[in-house]
């Protein structure tokens, strides 16, 4: 870091999750199954309330690390086909980090082999089983990020140039985030023995990683990058979504009188549905059109303005999440996808009137 460089300590970019959502989605639903979806609806809000708890763990270390660092939380990047959800991406001067979160019952062991063996105890028994590698599915998630990134330069050279030192500034971390696990990594191959920690141990790990490096990036850049994959992020990530459809539908239908579970295809049934009425949407669609139509003239001027890309600023999907939720103060926008404190109050006062102009105070 230059001598005139300004610190500006850890920044949450973006803080919020997916899974927030999708958590309160399952509450809601809860009460409203019947028979096995009770237990399925309550495994998966176990599992999400579970990860929930292991990620702010490391939000906590994050936050208290003293850094110069941007974060994004919770990022779901889409390329040819592919996803990658990634729990945390942590920007310094000197790396990027991809930080996959495990927050695992029981105890963990690396093989020789960089097999992963959980040992945990079930109603009075050991138990011992080997669970999916986190580094291989980071290592997923790594290609797909790689590949969003390079897609973005604008010629061969830097193409070339930036998948040249990708595996130099670019780095996997599996955290275990449970503080009760202990992690046994004695036998584990070298190369694994780098990319898992306990949480505990992360802001340590970092500093170490960055230590061995030469300069690192200014304030600008830093944010720059930050501010790219953010402009990436897909909200309302498909998984989630998918999953939660499906719930919905299951529990719909087993609700449901026998007579609405099945409806007939007859001409009666096709009538019915041909006189809903359809003014009310027609209406929202009116709104969402005029007031999508001024936030991209605002994004534009403002990029031009700024001499950066529009969709630093916010992008197509980002601006679809604005439409939906209408967010009517600051603090409402910070729960729309892609917008943490810094762009908040960079942009939100005029998204926020935008958004708040009589086409578009529908409620």
Do not use: W
Request: hydrophobic letters at 30%; one cysteine or more; a positive charge.
């Amino acid at each position: 870091m230059g001598i005139f460089t300004k610190p500006i300590g850890p920044v949450f970019l973006k803080d919020t999750s997916e899974v927030d959502t999708y958590i309160e989605k399952l509450k809601d639903l809860l009460p409203k199954a019947e028979g096995e979806n009770i237990n399925l609806i309550q495994k998966k809000l176990n599992i999400a309330t579970a990860g929930k708890y292991g990620e702010s763990n490391i939000a906590f270390e994050l936050k208290n690390s003293g850094m110069d660092m941007y974060i994004l939380h919770d990022i779901y990047l889409e390329y040819g086909g592919l996803s990658a959800q990634i729990d945390y991406l942590v920007i310094t001067r000197k790396h990027t980090y991809i930080i996959e979160c495990k927050n695992l019952i029981g105890n963990i062991e690396i093989d020789s082999t960089g097999a992963f063996i959980r040992k945990y105890g079930f109603s009075g028994k050991s138990i011992k089983e080997c669970i999916y590698s986190p580094i291989t599915q980071n290592q997923r998630h790594m290609q797909v990020l790689k590949e969003v990134r390079k897609n973005s330069k604008r010629n061969f050279i830097s193409k070339m140039m930036f998948e040249k030192n990708f595996d130099n500034n670019y780095h996997s971390i599996v955290v275990l985030a449970n503080p009760k696990t202990c992690l046994n990594i004695k036998y584990a191959p070298e190369e694994i023995k780098q990319q898992v920690i306990r949480a505990d141990q992360l802001i340590a790990y970092i500093k170490k990683k960055d230590a061995e490096s030469g300069d690192g990036m200014s304030n600008e850049a830093m944010l720059e990058l930050a501010e790219f994959y953010l402009g990436q992020n897909k909200p309302e990530r498909s998984d989630y979504t998918k999953e939660y459809e499906k719930l919905l539908h299951d529990t719909s239908q087993n609700n449901a009188p026998v007579s609405q579970k099945e409806p007939k295809n007859d001409l009666n049934h096709k009538e019915i549905l041909s006189e809903q009425p359809v003014s009310a949407n027609h209406n929202s669609e009116t709104y969402k059109g005029d007031a999508a139509k001024r936030l991209k003239e605002y994004r534009l001027k403002q990029s031009r303005a700024e001499r950066i890309k529009p969709y630093y600023i916010f992008n197509d999907a980002q601006m679809e999440d604005l439409l939906n939720k209408k967010p009517r103060t600051k603090e409402d926008l910070l729960k729309v996808s892609g917008f943490g404190k810094v762009k908040v109050e960079k942009y939100g006062e005029e998204i926020i009137k935008i958004l708040s102009s009589s086409c578009f105070s529908d409620g």
